[in-house]
T-cell receptor, first 112, second 114 residues
Framework: QQQVKQSPQSLIVQKGGISIINCAYE??????FPWYQQFPGKGPALLIA?????SEKKEGRFTISFNKSAKQFSLHIMDSQPGDSATYFC???????????FGTGTRLTVIP | KAGVTQTPRYLIKTRGQQVTLSCSPI?????VSWYQQTPGQGLQFLFE???????NKGNFPGRFSGRQFSNSRSEMNVSTLELGDSALYLC?????????????FGPGTRLTVT
């Protein structure tokens, strides 16, 4: 059973537009929510992460919005660029362990 | 600082064989986690090693095993390979077990089972 549900599966956005990827979870023990970016032939790279004591975290063009009551979080990529074209994974983990539960991934394509 | 290195990068094995994959964590990192990535199942946690001890294990059969050496390098072994074991195997290192906010992934080993 998928512990973290991610949508959409794929996303096409025009250059300069906003990319939005959504994730939902059920396990209330999760208290750390990172997003990873993966390019073909590479391992996932940590992009940005949030803990449930804040509702939003912004780093450059990347913002995580977190809704604890709905058990949902999302990644917003502002001013999307062709170089952002990659697969994005949301993940979650609980205290005391390093194992991450990943969403199924979103393949983002930014067209010039 | 050098990143996480994994060897070999590509591997082709025959069903029924066994395989050993290697992971060298970032210098100073003592926790190594292994993940399997497939198109159908996505990224799934296999196990985590810290201080040469398995700290956590995912839901995989006993054919999947691992170990960690005193220098924090880790190996994972898959015995009696099945076609469904074809996947990208990723390792991630962090400073310590529970230090999950700074996990760095290697490029992976692409295993093909024929």
């Amino acid at each position: 059973q998928q512990q973290v549900k991610q949508s959409p599966q794929s996303l096409i956005v025009q250059k300069g537009g906003i990319s939005i990827i959504n994730c939902a979870y059920e396990n209330t023990a999760f208290d750390y929510f990172p997003w990873y970016q993966q390019f073909p032939g590479k391992g996932p790279a940590l992009l940005i992460a949030i803990r449930p004591d804040v509702s939003e975290k912004k780093e450059g063009r990347f913002t995580i919005s977190f809704n604890k009551s709905a058990k949902q979080f999302s990644l917003h990529i502002m001013d999307s660029q062709p170089g952002d074209s990659a697969t994005y994974f949301c993940a979650a983990s609980a205290a005391g362990a390093n194992n991450l539960f990943f969403g199924t991934g979103t393949r983002l394509t930014v067209i010039p | 600082k050098a990143g996480v290195t994994q060897t070999p990068r590509y591997l082709i094995k025959t069903r029924g064989q066994q395989v050993t994959l290697s992971c060298s964590p970032i210098s100073g990192h003592r926790s190594v986690s292994w993940y399997q990535q497939t198109p159908g199942q996505g990224l799934q946690f296999l196990f985590e090693y810290f201080s040469e001890t398995q700290r956590n294990k995912g839901n995989f059969p006993g054919r999947f095993s691992g170990r960690q050496f005193s220098n924090s390098r880790s190996e994972m072994n898959v015995s009696t390979l099945e076609l469904g074991d074809s996947a990208l195997y990723l390792c991630a290192s962090s400073l310590a077990s529970g230090h999950r906010w700074e996990q760095y992934f290697g490029p992976g080993t692409r295993l093909t089972v024929t």
